[in-house]
Nanobody, 127 residues
């Protein structure tokens, strides 16, 4: 499966963005999906994930209550709605799809669970 992330940009603190991850080559609903981010000089970190079978969704503590991951199976997409953005949310955001099977909940927080990665979209939160 090939993934492509889009929707990043420059936004003021407190603003919102919706990232989109489109898939080709396979049906995204067959995979667990996740979003990760990497800020300059930092390691890639988990943001949010959704199991292939709802309602399992997972969030990093730093984004809980502000970000929402959702699926659009009709259009083979996954979204990350980001509200109340903060400067510390500035990073390159990557979407990813997990390997076959049904990983346990804790596995969704690990980048090693994901076999397919998009190219990343940059989000900058600044006034």
């Amino acid at each position: 499966v090939q993934l492509q992330a889009s929707g990043g940009g420059l936004v003021q603190p407190g603003g919102s963005l919706r990232l989109s991850c489109s898939a080709s080559g396979s049906t995204l609903s067959s995979y667990g999906v996740g979003w990760f981010r990497q800020a300059p000089g930092k390691e890639r970190e988990f943001v949010a994930a959704r199991r292939k079978n709802a309602p399992g969704t997972y969030y990093a503590d730093s984004v809980k209550g502000r970000f929402t991951i959702s699926r659009d199976n009709a259009n083979n997409r996954v979204y990350l709605q980001m509200n109340n953005l903060r400067p510390e949310d500035t990073a390159v955001y990557y979407c990813a799809a997990a390997g076959p099977g049904n990983p346990i909940s804790s596995a969704y927080f690990r980048s090693s669970t994901y076999l397919y990665w998009g190219q990343g979209t940059e989000v900058t939160v600044s006034s």
